[in-house]
């Protein structure tokens, strides 16, 4: 099992940067694949970027249509840490955001096992 607790949500205007940090703790952080999601109210929940498991030599990432070219996932992993860093922000990137952790890399919400408390994201034009 592995704990994630989101950080680094807060304001910003269109056209900044944010960078959000998700950070592991669990003796099987590295074995798990590790998604961030985004959610509005009355909305579903988006997958934005997920990462591959560390021992998936190939680093493998994937990136719904609306973030990319914008947005970059990356893991530290001596810092157990992966960060979902955010360029070019929208008013529509505002959000509650949540990293979760499976087995394999996805970003369909349902796959997840284990999900952070969220932070919040919110972009002003």
């Known amino acids: 099992e592995v704990q994630l607790v989101e950080s680094g949500g807060g304001l910003a205007q269109a056209g900044g940067s944010l960078r959000l940090s998700c950070t592991a703790s669990g003796r099987t952080y590295g074995d798990y694949a590790i998604g961030w999601f985004r959610q509005v109210p009355g909305k579903e929940r988006e997958g934005v970027a997920c990462?591959?498991?560390?021992?998936?030599?190939?680093?493998?990432?994937y990136y719904s249509d609306s973030v990319k070219g914008r947005f970059t996932i990356s893991r530290d992993n001596a810092k157990k840490t992966v960060y979902l860093q955010m360029n070019s922000l929208k008013p529509e990137d505002t959000a509650v955001y949540y990293c979760?952790?499976?087995?394999?890399?996805?970003?369909?919400?349902?796959?997840?096992?284990?999900w952070g408390q969220g932070t919040q994201v919110t972009v002003s034009s």
């Open positions: 979760a952790g499976n087995y394999a890399p996805s970003v369909v919400a349902g796959e997840y096992n284990f």
């Open positions: 990462i591959s498991t560390v021992t998936d030599s190939d680093g493998q990432t």
